[in-house]
Antibody, heavy 120, light 107 residues
Framework: QVQLQESGPGLVKPSQTLSLICTVS??????????LNWVRQPAGKGLEWIGR???????TYGPSLKSRVTISLDTSKNQLSLKLTSVTAADTAVYYC????????????WGQGTTVTVSS | DIQLTQSPSSLSVSVGDRVTITCRAS??????LTWYQQKPGKAPKFLIY???TLQTGFPSRFSGSGSGTDFTLTISSLQPEDFATYYC?????????FGQGTKVEIK
């Protein structure tokens, strides 16, 4: 079955760009149809949906980060990426990628998460 | 955006207790409501979708109900492995939004 694994730098300086990768295994994002989401969670706080991309290409972003975020796919590497520009300490969080099937379903497969700290 | 309000924010219960968590949506979302279970240091787990369909792998002591704006997650007899934080999420529209979470703690 599909498995997801996030990776990226654990420390990012303020004002720089946060870049994360989610590697998909157990399936091909170029041939399967589902959404891949990014969700984040500051320490001790709740879940925030960042946005999603359909494996056929459409993206949707949450309003709070929309001006700073880009989600994309690299089908040749079977990877999902997240880029968040102009980061501040408020962007310090655990970042998860998660799959949601087509239709109005929730996210049924999650990566283990990767912690990103924004600090100089 | 659709706001989801969970109550209570936390509760202290004993093994064997019945637990009820509510999630209220700011507008009608039909049955497009998902519940997740999250344990410390772990990713959320997909627990219930469509308001009442239990995901494979979870025991039948978990159940969900509701439609429209009011939803309930019930654990009929709490077991030690059920101590966790539970989140609701609406899948009616984007942006997807989550409730603030309900932490179920040991009394």
């Amino acid at each position: 079955q599909v498995q997801l694994q996030e990776s990226g730098p654990g420390l990012v300086k303020p004002s720089q760009t946060l870049s994360l990768i989610c590697t998909v295994s157990g399936g091909s994002i170029s041939s399967d149809s589902y959404y891949l989401n990014w969700v984040r969670q500051p320490a001790g706080k709740g879940l925030e949906w960042i946005g999603r991309i359909y494996t056929r290409g459409d993206t949707t972003y949450g309003p709070s980060l929309k001006s700073r975020v880009t989600i994309s796919l690299d089908t040749s590497k079977n990877q999902l990426s997240l880029k968040l520009t102009s980061v501040t300490a408020a962007d310090t969080a655990v970042y998860y990628c998660a799959r949601s099937p087509i239709g109005n379903h929730g996210m049924d497969v999650w990566g283990q998460g990767t912690t990103v700290t924004v600090s100089s | 955006d659709i706001q989801l309000t969970q109550s209570p924010s936390s509760l202290s219960v004993s093994v064997g207790d019945r637990v009820t968590i509510t999630c209220r949506a700011s507008q009608d979302i039909s049955t497009y409501l998902t519940w997740y279970q999250q344990k410390p240091g772990k990713a959320p787990k997909f627990l219930i979708y469509g308001a009442s369909t239990l995901q494979t792998g979870f025991p039948s002591r978990f159940s969900g109900s509701g439609s429209g704006t009011d939803f309930t997650l019930t654990i009929s007899s709490l077991q030690p492995e059920d101590f966790a934080t539970y989140y609701c999420q609406q899948t009616y529209t984007t942006p997807r939004t989550f409730g603030q979470g309900t932490k179920v703690e040991i009394k």
